[in-house]
């Protein structure tokens, strides 16, 4: 019956300095005007950071609905908007309709793009029909479809310059990350882990929509590229580093997906990202680290080789994705200036790394319930340099297929999903979007037929022990791995988060708030109902010499997969139906974009 169960839910279901004069140019330039949002992290940092401060922590509590924008689609709304000069580009779920609106003539619809795609690519969408955005590059937007069709429609009329193919839904393999242009490619990931796909990084050209390079998570050596440069920690990973690490060729079914987001640095021209879950849930099926799922990639853009890989949670045992974003910061620690990369995983550890070699300088648990490791071995002489403590009473390979461990903390869903911090130089602080959230882990055998789910775990969610509310937004000291401070929501916080210059941070909530809080204090200072729960990214932009700030509502992904997909069987939605069922007494569903400015 578990097996049904889970069949039916996957049925139903700037900051950082530019000074490389090979990047793509025009990009770069126009990502550094504040006044427009031009890439779904808004820089290639991934910072979420806005340099207007218009709006800001005295007079953010005035704030007006400017204007609003049906989608005219249900289900969950990830992402958000790019705005381009008097342009706005909005997105859709499936079937992933593109709006261009013209924001200097009463936000007229210039063009409206609206693929047929086949519907039976929606029960092989894991966690909701959701898409995390668009990408501008070379005059086209560049949309990744439920279909994994690449597309690259002309910027101002809409129409297909070219497309990809980027995968094979009928294998599992679908589309709902966001496009990432670096220099004269397009870089797009692909979903699919539940279904045990082998994942892989890809670029195309960005004129002719060309296959460039492909990546993948697991495998030879010539299909992960890698060389003997390539290194993990400070050490080159050797021959064969993959497939060591996987009983016979389970390799080819070993999932890792690279579904989220993108960052690059121009300067030492790499390209970071991460890889998911290695597949299936149950870790008795695949002994080994399974490398590399569950890890840190620093690619070179132009030929896609790896120069440095670390691995967060080798042979995982409770689905810690990998995936969520890494955001550089330029900081200094101890006195020392670093190029830094932060990234807080699903597995409830926030890592700081220096992004020129994956040097490890911290490592530490971003909700205090953290109970599945006692911490990472950062003792440089270790054997167990940089892997994680597990602690045995979290373990479900130890306890074996069939038996159920209760009240491991983060659940599967993580202390942070896909839902992307953001990052102030004013304050050095990141702004996190929590899950407060702990799980039951039964896992059972499964075996493996193409297209089919692959996952083998029964899962239940819940609060941790003694409380009550299921997530927090905190602010985060990415130097000393510590919480600053931290304000609790009822439901987990999946929106992303946006930090701006005028002190003031926005996200939003489950229940459909948009909120503002002070930057140095977490204060709340403004917070307003739109009409369902917030799962997209809050952007912010300039137009007429006036700021806006910009949501899209639209409950659903996997929080919300109960209502998104009308399910009702607590263990259903991989245990998120059951974890999140008081939902629907707040919100219902509903995709609207929703502009807020100060009043004239």
Not at 146 to 168: R, S
Not at 172 to 184: F, N, Q, R, Y
Not at 546 to 569: E, F, H, M, R
Request: proline share 6%.
């Amino acid at each position: 019956m578990r097996k049904v169960l889970l069949a039916t839910f996957l049925g139903s279901a700037a900051a950082l300095a530019v000074g490389s004069a090979s990047a793509n140019d025009e990009l770069v330039k126009m990502s550094q005007n504040p006044k427009d949002w031009v890439m779904p992290t808004g820089d290639y940092a991934n910072t979420r950071y806005s340099k207007l401060n218009q709006i800001n922590a005295q007079n953010v509590g005035k704030l007006q609905v400017a204007w609003t924008f049906s989608t005219g689609v249900l289900r969950g709304h990830e992402g958000g908007p790019l705005i381009i000069g008097n342009m706005m580009y909005v997105h859709t779920p499936f079937p992933n309709k593109v709006y261009a609106i013209d924001l200097s003539q009463e936000n007229k619809i210039v063009w409206k793009y609206e693929p047929k795609q086949d519907p039976n690519v929606i029960p092989v969408m894991c966690c909701d029909t959701v898409n995390r955005g668009l990408a501008y590059g070379d005059g086209k937007i560049f949309l990744h479809q439920a279909d994994t069709t690449l597309v690259a429609l002309d910027v101002k009329t809409g129409q297909v310059a070219w497309t990809a193919k980027n995968g094979d839904p009928s294998k599992g393999e679908t589309g709902t990350s966001a496009p990432m242009v670096i220099k004269d490619k397009v870089l797009i990931g692909i979903s699919g882990g539940e279904f045990g796909v082998q994942a892989h990084m890809s670029a195309y050209d960005i004129k002719t929509g060309k296959l460039a390079w492909r990546g993948y998570s697991e495998g030879p050596d010539n299909q992960i590229l890698v060389d003997d440069k390539t290194t993990a920690l400070g050490k080159p990973i050797g021959k064969d580093s993959s497939i060591k690490t996987w009983q016979g060729d389970q390799w080819k079914i070993g999932g890792g997906a690279t579904w989220g987001w993108i960052s690059y640095d121009p300067e030492l021209n790499l390209v970071y990202y991460g890889s998911g879950n290695p597949s299936t849930w149950n870790p008795k099926q695949r002994p080994g680290d399974n490398k590399w799922s569950m890890t840190i990639w620093a690619r070179n853009p132009d030929t896609g080789v790896a120069k440095w890989v670390y691995q967060m949670t080798p042979h995982d045992e409770w689905d810690y994705d990998g995936i969520n974003e890494m955001i550089l910061s330029d900081q200094s620690i101890n006195g020392q200036p670093r190029k830094l990369l932060t990234h807080f995983d699903r597995n409830g550890l926030a890592y700081t790394m220096d992004r020129t070699n994956g040097e490890l300088l911290v490592a530490e648990k971003y909700d205090p319930k953290v109970n599945w490791t006692s911490g990472v071995d950062m003792d440089k002489n270790s054997p167990t340099y940089g892997r994680p403590k597990v602690l045995d009473a979290a373990s479900t390979d130890k306890a074996g297929e069939d038996h159920n461990v209760k009240g491991i903390c983060p659940a599967a869903l993580g202390t942070k999903d896909e839902q992307p911090a953001a990052y102030s130089p004013d304050t050095q602080l990141f702004y996190v979007p929590t899950n407060h959230v702990c799980m039951d882990y039964e896992p059972f055998k499964v075996s493996y037929t193409a297209g089919q789910p692959y996952v083998g775990a029964t899962l239940s969610m819940y609060p941790p022990q003694g409380e009550t509310h299921m997530g927090n937004f905190i602010a985060w000291d990415g130097k000393t791995g510590k919480i600053v401070w931290s304000n609790k929501e009822q439901f987990s916080v999946w929106s992303g988060a946006l930090a701006t210059a005028g002190g003031v941070v926005f996200y939003g909530t489950l229940e459909g708030y948009l909120k503002a809080v002070d930057a140095k204090t977490g204060k709340e200072l403004y917070k307003f109902k739109t009409p369902s729960g917030i799962i997209g990214n809050v952007t912010t932009y300039e137009n007429g010499g006036k700021q806006y700030v910009a949501v899209l509502s639209g409950v659903g992904g996997w929080a919300g997969i109960g209502l998104a997909a009308g399910l009702t069987d607590p263990t259903a939605g991989l245990g998120a139906v059951g974890g999140y069922a008081a939902l629907s007494n707040y919100t219902a569903l509903g995709g609207t974009l929703t502009v807020f400015s100060l009043p004239n």
